[in-house]
């Protein structure tokens, strides 16, 4: 299958500063890129969609001012936590997805962020 | 509104036997139906998915999921488990509106005993 990267796998931030995460697909062009937020033992809780040149659609209850979504090329996003907060800490996961519907989204590796 | 379920938290299974993940699915139009693994600490890995054509349909690692269009449901199997094959197990349906975003169940650890 198709080749996603997430960078960095694990980062830890102390409160008040801003990560930057960055997910790639390798190997084919993803017209959108999804972000997504796992809580220990639960499922992926969607955050935003971004399509390439256009702003990213945040889900309800999302902080757009928090969470900066940057999707400039077909082959990267970009996920900002600004101002980063204890209770930010989690695994972050991004996937890739090319224009058709029949077609499975690819998955980063995830990045782990802990913030002290 | 489109959902999926998975309404099993845990499936145990001896290593060797037959195993079964279920997945039922509520989605306006023809689904378009996946499985994803997920190990710790790691990303989503694609499985299978279903599309169109045969019900049956086979995946990566010796797994396959039966579509079952009136009872709503796409089943996750494997003849034989593998210890190996212990991991956390989400099933998903592609939502019918933009984007081609997923909808996924709460996903189903599965644990493969020696």
């Known amino acids: 299958g198709a080749v996603v990267s997430q960078h960095p796998s694990w980062v830890i931030c102390k409160s008040g500063t801003s990560v930057k995460i960055e997910c790639r697909s390798l190997d084919f062009q993803a017209t959108t890129m999804f972000w997504y937020r796992q809580f220990p033992k639960q499922s992926l809780m969607l955050m935003a969609t971004?399509?390439?040149?256009?702003?990213?659609?945040?889900e309800q209850g999302v902080e757009k001012d928090k969470f900066l979504i940057n999707h400039a090329s077909l082959t990267l996003s970009t996920l900002t936590v600004t101002s980063a907060h204890p209770e930010d800490s989690s695994f972050y996961i991004c996937?890739?997805?090319?224009?058709?519907?029949?077609?499975?989204?690819?998955f980063g590796q995830g990045t782990r962020l802990t913030v002290v | 509104a489109q959902s999926v379920a998975q309404p099993e938290d845990q499936v145990n299974v001896a290593e060797g036997n037959p195993l079964t993940v279920k997945c039922t699915y509520s989605?306006?139009?023809?689904?378009?139906l996946f499985w994803y693994v997920q190990y710790p600490n790691r990303g989503l890995q694609f499985l299978l998915k279903y599309i169109t054509g045969d019900n049956l349909v086979k995946g990566s690692y010796g797994f396959e999921a039966e579509f079952n269009k009136s009872q709503t449901s796409f089943h996750l199997k494997k003849p034989s488990a593998l210890v190996s094959d212990s991991a956390l197990y989400f099933c998903?349906?592609?939502?019918?509106?933009?984007?081609?975003?997923?909808?996924f169940g709460a996903g189903t650890r599965l644990a493969v005993h020696p």
């Open positions: 996937s890739a997805q090319g224009p058709l519907k029949n077609t499975e989204a690819f």
């Open positions: 998903a349906v592609r939502d019918p509106g933009g984007y081609n975003k997923l909808i």
């Open positions: 971004s399509n390439e040149g256009s702003k990213a659609t945040y």
């Open positions: 989605v306006s139009g023809n689904p378009y």
